[in-house]
C-alpha cells in the first residue's frame, strides 16, 4: 500500500509540473514584442507588418511595437535580430531581398538560413511599372522604344540595392536589351517623392506606395510585373503580355526570428499571424493592395526560404548584377 500511495504521488507531481510547464508556455507573451522591419514607414513591407503588430496586440494581449531599422538596405535591422536573445521576444518582417538576395551580393555577417528561424511568409505582392505623367512612353513597347534611343538615359529608382524594385529593373533591362541607370533610396517613400518631382523617370515597386499617386494622376502605370493582371488595376497588362515574354517579377515578404528562438513561441506566432492573415479583413486590405497573401507552417516557409536563396543566386550571377560600394 505505501508503495502505491509512493506511485500515486510521483504521477500526481510529474502531472502537476506538466501542466506548470504547460500553463508557463501558454502565457507568451508576458511583456511587450519588438517586431522589427528594416525599413522606414510607408514600404509594403512596412504597411503589411505595421497591420500584423496591430492584431497581434489585440489577440496577445501585449504590445508588439513596430522598430523601424532603414539603413545599409535592410542588413541594420536583420543583424539586430540575428544577435538578440533567443527568448522570442524579438522578430523580424523582412522582404525578398533582405531574405533571398543580399547573400549572393553582400558579405554578410549572418547567414540567413542559420541564424534565422522562419515563422511565416506573410504575402506576395506584385510590382507594377509606373513613370512621370511626362514621360512620352504609355506602353511597354514605348518604353522599351525611349530607353533604346537613349541610352542610360532614363533613370529608375529602387527602394534600394539588392531588393525587388532593384532586380525587376536589372530583369527589365537583360530582357529588352537596353540600358536605365539605376537610382537607389532607402525605401519606397522618398522614392515617390522624387518620381512625383521628376527627379527620376520611372520605378518598378509594389502597388501599395503607388496606388495613391496612380488614383491622383500624379504618377501613370504602364505595366504590372507579375504573371497575371492585378484585381485593383484589371485593365493594366503585364509585362509580359506587353511584348516581353517570360518576364516576370514580384516581392515577398516574410516574418523571422534568431535561431534557438522556442518552438512553442514559433508556434504560438505562427498561429495567431496565420489567424490574423486568413480573415476577412486582411483578405480585403490585400486585394486593395495587390498582395496575395501567403500564411502557412514554419517549415514551409523555410523550405520556400531555400528554394528563393537558390533561384536568386541563379539570377544574380546570370544577369552580373553587382553593388557599388557594399551595404
Same mark, same amino acid.
Given at each position: 500500500?505505501?508503495?502505491?500511495? $509512493?506511485?500515486?504521488?510521483?504521477? *500526481?507531481? &510529474?502531472?502537476?509540473?506538466? +501542466?506548470?510547464?504547460?500553463?508557463?508556455?501558454?502565457?507568451?507573451?508576458?511583456?511587450?514584442?519588438?517586431?522589427?522591419? #528594416?525599413?522606414?514607414?510607408?514600404?509594403?513591407?512596412?504597411?503589411?507588418?505595421?497591420?500584423?503588430?496591430?492584431?497581434?496586440?489585440?489577440?496577445?494581449?501585449?504590445?508588439?511595437?513596430?522598430?523601424?531599422?532603414?539603413?545599409?538596405?535592410?542588413?541594420?535591422?536583420?543583424?539586430? /535580430?540575428?544577435?538578440?536573445?533567443?527568448?522570442?521576444?524579438?522578430?523580424?518582417?523582412?522582404?525578398?531581398?533582405?531574405?533571398?538576395?543580399?547573400?549572393?551580393?553582400?558579405?554578410?555577417?549572418?547567414?540567413?538560413?542559420?541564424?534565422?528561424?522562419?515563422?511565416?511568409?506573410? *504575402?506576395?505582392?506584385?510590382?507594377?511599372?509606373?513613370?512621370?505623367?511626362?514621360?512620352?512612353?504609355?506602353?511597354?513597347?514605348?518604353?522599351?522604344?525611349?530607353?533604346?534611343?537613349?541610352?542610360?538615359?532614363?533613370?529608375?529608382?529602387?527602394?534600394?540595392?539588392?531588393?525587388?524594385?532593384?532586380?525587376?529593373?536589372?530583369? &527589365?533591362?537583360?530582357?529588352?536589351?537596353?540600358?536605365?541607370?539605376?537610382?537607389?533610396?532607402?525605401? $519606397?517613400?522618398?522614392?515617390? +517623392?522624387?518620381?512625383?518631382?521628376?527627379?527620376?523617370?520611372? /520605378? &518598378?515597386?509594389?502597388?501599395? #506606395?503607388?496606388?495613391?499617386?496612380?488614383?491622383?494622376?500624379?504618377?501613370?502605370?504602364? *505595366?504590372?510585373?507579375?504573371?497575371?493582371?492585378?484585381?485593383?488595376?484589371?485593365?493594366?497588362? +503585364?509585362?509580359?503580355?506587353?511584348?516581353?515574354?517570360?518576364?516576370?517579377?514580384? /516581392?515577398?515578404?516574410?516574418?523571422?526570428?534568431?535561431?534557438?528562438?522556442?518552438?512553442?513561441?514559433?508556434?504560438?506566432?505562427?498561429?495567431?499571424?496565420?489567424?490574423?492573415?486568413?480573415?476577412?479583413?486582411?483578405?480585403?486590405?490585400?486585394?486593395?493592395?495587390?498582395?496575395?497573401?501567403?500564411?502557412?507552417?514554419?517549415?514551409? &516557409?523555410? $523550405?520556400?526560404?531555400?528554394?528563393?536563396?537558390?533561384?536568386?543566386?541563379?539570377?544574380?550571377?546570370?544577369?552580373?548584377?553587382?553593388?557599388?560600394?557594399?551595404?
Amino acid at each position: 500500500m505505501r508503495f502505491l500511495h $509512493a506511485v500515486v504521488l510521483v504521477y *500526481a507531481a &510529474f502531472f502537476l509540473s506538466a +501542466t506548470a510547464g504547460a500553463q508557463k508556455e501558454a502565457a507568451y507573451p508576458t511583456k511587450p514584442v519588438r517586431f522589427v522591419i #528594416p525599413f522606414p514607414p510607408g514600404g509594403t513591407t512596412e504597411i503589411q507588418g505595421r497591420r500584423i503588430a496591430e492584431r497581434m496586440w489585440q489577440r496577445l494581449g501585449q504590445p508588439f511595437v513596430i522598430d523601424n531599422r532603414p539603413g545599409a538596405n535592410g542588413s541594420i535591422g536583420m543583424r539586430i /535580430t540575428a544577435q538578440a536573445p533567443a527568448d522570442g521576444y524579438t522578430f523580424i518582417m523582412a522582404n525578398v531581398g533582405n531574405w533571398a538576395v543580399h547573400p549572393h551580393l553582400y558579405k554578410l555577417d549572418y547567414d540567413v538560413l542559420k541564424d534565422f528561424a522562419p515563422v511565416i511568409r506573410v *504575402a506576395t505582392t506584385p510590382g507594377i511599372i509606373a513613370v512621370h505623367p511626362s514621360m512620352p512612353a504609355k506602353t511597354v513597347k514605348d518604353l522599351v522604344a525611349l530607353a533604346a534611343q537613349k541610352p542610360g538615359e532614363l533613370t529608375y529608382g529602387s527602394n534600394g540595392f539588392g531588393g525587388f524594385s532593384h532586380l525587376a529593373g536589372e530583369l &527589365f533591362a537583360v530582357m529588352t536589351k537596353v540600358k536605365l541607370t539605376h537610382v537607389p533610396y532607402k525605401g $519606397a517613400a522618398p522614392v515617390m +517623392t522624387d518620381l512625383i518631382g521628376n527627379q527620376i523617370r520611372m /520605378t &518598378f515597386n509594389s502597388a501599395a #506606395p503607388l496606388m495613391p499617386h496612380l488614383k491622383s494622376g500624379r504618377l501613370r502605370a504602364i *505595366a504590372t510585373t507579375h504573371t497575371a493582371r492585378l484585381a485593383v488595376l484589371p485593365e493594366l497588362p +503585364t509585362v509580359a503580355e506587353s511584348g516581353v515574354p517570360g518576364y516576370d517579377a514580384a /516581392t515577398w515578404s516574410g516574418i523571422g526570428a534568431r535561431a534557438g528562438t522556442p518552438r512553442h513561441v514559433i508556434a504560438i506566432l505562427n498561429r495567431e499571424i496565420d489567424a490574423i492573415l486568413k480573415s476577412q479583413e486582411m483578405q480585403d486590405m490585400a486585394r486593395a493592395d495587390a498582395s496575395i497573401i501567403e500564411g502557412g507552417t514554419p517549415e514551409q &516557409f523555410g $523550405a520556400y526560404l531555400k528554394s528563393e536563396v537558390a533561384k536568386y543566386g541563379k539570377l544574380v550571377k546570370a544577369a552580373n548584377i553587382k553593388v557599388e560600394g557594399g551595404l
